[in-house]
């Protein structure tokens, strides 16, 4: 079944390209209206791609700014899912769709050695010369993925149940913001249950143009929300991305998956965390005698594009004695995989240069996003570190036995 987004509801009103960070930075890209809508009349016609295709970051700045509500970052990403099949995608861009798989091949061996096997210079160089840039930040393995860490943790017997989708960053390059997501929860009274057969969310494969990767793992990540979803078991995740996937993208693309499966949103962790400290589950007092601390926090992209507010900032907010600040200084640049590509990387750098610029020159001591790989950007650019706005929450409400050094 072949979706198509009918383009004849823009009305060239050019607010789009106002707000992409790409189309302000380089004139490689045409612009989300003309290579969007525009184009798409064009493919209509069977007539030829245009090459700036794929200079477009998903960022969805395109679909929040739109006053029509044309989902313009869709219509260029099943455009690219067309190119991809007809004339094949690259093995880099197969390699950033699909570091999940990577990772569960290279499982066996010791973290240490997997990522002095990645991360010097003669790979890198390597890897350079494949189309990822050896200057990009590529994140680095943790010791044990979140799934390994999961297992061993001793929760209480507690009526209540969560499901938590951890997502690909968190599982194989950040468990310990995984662990902190699990102890917010089992002290706002929720047993958490992240169950074995969820998978990649697909975003970074749809990003890259393979679409039928994606359309499985969808398939059986349905297939395991659909058994709680009977169950009446609320299901989270802290990563903006994987919830943006479930709410939008997945009844998008793969509207016979989602009619075959139903849907299960996935809720904002940090919301769900909120509503419980407004009903008395959670309790947001710090323990005595924490200095103050100032975070200045980023808002993805994918987290604006879902409307739903800045519940990560506003837990924040709640905490005693935390003075956080909103760098309001737009898209940070990676969009997932996309500032690490060789062609990309110097746009994904200027496209972050602002909010590099306010991050540095802020007086807090870190900087904070639900993104994983937006704060492994903010990090690479501003030289400042960045955390989970949960991480913030439990080292506050719980000193001294967040235990770091978890990853690397």
């Known amino acids: 079944m072949k979706v198509r987004i009918n383009p004849d509801k823009c009305i060239a009103c050019t607010t789009c390209v106002v707000n992409c960070p790409v189309s302000r ?19 209509l016609l069977g007539l030829a791609e245009d090459e700036s295709l794929t200079y477009c970051a998903n960022c969805k700045n395109c679909d929040i700014t739109c006053p029509q509500g044309v989902h313009v970052s869709s219509i260029n990403m099943l455009a690219r899912a067309e190119q991809s099949k007809k004339y094949g995608a690259s093995l880099r861009d197969w390699v950033l769709a699909h570091g999940e798989l990577q990772a569960k091949m290279l499982q066996m061996i010791p973290a240490g050695l997997k990522n002095w096997g990645m991360l010097n210079p003669v790979t890198r160089h390597v890897l350079d010369k494949l189309g990822i840039d050896k200057r990009a ?79 499985k793992r ?37 509207p016979d ?8 949103q996935l809720e904002d962790a940090q919301d769900f965390l909120l509503q419980c400290a407004e009903r008395g589950e959670l309790a947001l007092r710090e323990a005595a005698g924490l200095e103050p601390m100032e975070v200045i926090y980023h808002a993805p992209c994918h987290l604006r594009a879902q409307g739903d507010g800045l519940p990560g900032y506003k837990l924040l907010q709640a905490l005693d004695g935390v003075k956080v600040t909103e760098a309001n200084a737009g898209c940070c640049g990676i969009s997932g995989s996309y500032g690490f590509k060789k ?23 870190v900087a904070a996003s639900e993104c994983g790989t937006c704060r492994v950007q903010i990090q690479h650019g501003s030289g400042k570190k960045a955390i989970h706005p949960v991480a913030i929450l439990r080292a506050r409400l719980e000193p001294g036995n967040r235990q770091e050094g978890q990853t690397g």
Request: aromatic share 14%; net charge positive.
């Open 343 to 365: 062609e990309k990387y110097d746009i994904a750098q200027e496209i972050g240069s602002e909010l590099f610029r306010k991050v540095r020159e802020s007086k807090a001591e």
């Open 137 to 215: 930040p590529l994140p680095a393995f943790a010791k044990k993925t979140f799934r390994q860490m999961f297992k061993k943790i001793n929760q209480p017997d507690l009526p209540r149940k969560i499901i938590y989708f951890p997502g690909c960053y968190i599982d194989v390059y950040d468990p310990q913001t995984g662990l902190d997501m699990v102890w917010a929860f089992n002290r706002a009274g929720y047993q958490v249950i992240s169950p074995d057969a969820f998978c990649c969310c697909g975003l970074p494969m749809i990003a890259n143009g393979f679409w039928e990767d994606a359309r």
């Open 25 to 43: 930075v380089t004139p490689k890209f045409l612009g989300p209206r003309m290579i969007g809508p525009a184009y798409e009349r064009f493919r």
């Open 257 to 264: 998956l989602v009619e075959k499966l139903g849907m299960h």
């Open 218 to 254: 969808a398939k059986r990540n349905l297939t395991e929300l659909a058994k709680w979803r009977n169950e009446g078991v609320p299901a989270v995740t802290g990563c903006p991305s994987c919830a943006l996937i479930f709410r939008e993208d997945l009844p998008e693309y793969f």
